[in-house]
T-cell receptor, first 115, second 110 residues
Framework: AQSVAQPEDQVNVAEGNPLTVKCTYS??????LFWYVQYPNRGLQFLLKYITGDNLVKGSYGFEAEFNKSQTSFHLKKPSALVSDSALYFCAVRDMSGGYNKLIFGAGTRLAVHP | ETGVTQSPTHLIKTRGQQVTLRCSSQSGHNTVSWYQQALGQGPQFIFQ???????GRGNFPPRFSGLQFPNYSSELNVNALELDDSALYLC?????????FGNGTRLTVT
């Protein structure tokens, strides 16, 4: 079965510093991986996806993610964090079992960016 | 381009009651999925509708049911509500790209 794990419940970073939010995956076949962000009392907003191609994927709001097949990881990164980046971040993998698409989400990582 | 809209935003129900949640999909999207997000957890897949038929279902009991209409809007119905059904219910629509989520309906069962 497809799964993702987010090993950190919370990540704290100072504004202006680089940030990393970790995600590891377990899949059979080629992984289709996603990052979503959730602000308080809101739904999930799509940030970026990896399907194939370059291991460094660029997304919305200056975020990027690095796909590493040997380490089965898909970490979210940003060179310089903003206070407004504080939110809940979810990694997800596409699951095609049953002949239809669905996303399997991790438990989420809360990012807190301090001024 | 109109995004995914859900109604109501908040709802309080009593154990044993029934509830209907509504979702209007993003323009041009013919597939609608529903997810349940319990407090402190990631969203979990409930089911998916394509062309008015359920074509995929997660590990949820039959008292969770749904509909999709010709205009691709959708409903999620939950019968015999239990306390553990308290959660944020998210609707997502898609065509061939990534899922686009609505802001959700916060359901509280007392």
């Amino acid at each position: 079965a497809q799964s993702v794990a987010q090993p950190e419940d919370q990540v704290n970073v100072a504004e202006g510093n680089p940030l990393t939010v970790k995600c590891t995956y377990s899949v059979s076949g080629n992984p289709y991986l996603f990052w979503y962000v959730q602000y308080p009392n809101r739904g999930l907003q799509f940030l970026l996806k990896y399907i194939t191609g370059d291991n460094l994927v660029k997304g919305s709001y200056g975020f990027e993610a690095e796909f590493n097949k040997s380490q089965t990881s898909f970490h979210l990164k940003k060179p310089s964090a903003l206070v407004s980046d504080s939110a809940l971040y979810f990694c997800a993998v596409r699951d095609m079992s049953g002949g239809y698409n669905k996303l399997i989400f991790g438990a989420g990582t809360r990012l807190a960016v301090h001024p | 381009e109109t995004g995914v809209t859900q109604s109501p935003t908040h709802l309080i129900k009593t154990r044993g009651q029934q509830v209907t949640l509504r979702c209007s999909s993003q323009s041009g999207h013919n597939t609608v999925s529903w997810y349940q997000q319990a407090l402190g957890q990631g969203p979990q897949f409930i089911f998916q509708y394509y062309r008015e038929e359920e074509n995929g279902r997660g590990n949820f009991p039959p008292r969770f049911s749904g509909l999709q209409f010709p205009n691709y809007s959708s409903e999620l119905n939950v019968n015999a509500l239990e306390l553990d059904d308290s959660a944020l219910y998210l609707c997502a629509s898609s065509s061939q790209g990534p899922l686009h989520f609505g802001n959700g309906t916060r359901l509280t069962v007392t």
